[in-house]
């Protein structure tokens, strides 16, 4: 069992940054893929950038370059910094988790287990 949840969320204008956090409890073997997803209301659920334990990243080709993502040594701070942040980042950002079974990348999103509340991200033009 995982426990998430989320902070940092906000309004900010275009070009303005962001910390998300996400505070993780449970399983470490649970925790070995961690990662960001975010959501607009009435489409799906993409996912923006996922770590794996040893700290291999990577990212949806739309971030690239604006976002980092990164954990603490033991795997109970997620975070995402955001970077010149554009109004279509606006959505609901979840921090999710998954057990090392499967691919831990942005090719391979599928998987994850546990998932805190959100925490939304507005971005005004």
């Known amino acids: 069992q995982v426990e998430l949840k989320e902070s940092g969320g906000g309004s900010v204008e275009t070009g303005g940054s962001l910390r998300l956090s996400c505070a993780a409890s449970?399983?470490?073997?649970?925790?070995?893929?961690m990662a960001w997803f975010r959501q607009i209301e009435g489409r799906e659920r993409e996912v923006v950038a996922t770590?794996?334990?040893?700290?291999?990243?990577s990212y949806a080709d739309s971030v690239k370059g604006r976002f980092t993502i990164s954990q603490n040594f033991d795997k109970t701070t997620l975070v995402l910094e955001m970077n010149n942040l554009k109004p279509n980042d606006s959505a609901m950002y979840y921090c999710?988790?998954?057990?090392?079974?499967?691919?831990?990348?942005?090719?391979?999103?599928?998987?994850?287990?546990?998932w805190g509340q959100g925490t939304q991200v507005t971005v005004s033009s």
């Open positions: 449970g399983s470490s073997y649970d925790r070995a893929c």
């Open positions: 999710a988790t998954k057990n090392p079974y499967t691919e831990c990348s942005v090719i391979s999103a599928t998987g994850f287990r546990y």
């Open positions: 770590i794996r334990t040893g700290d291999t990243t």
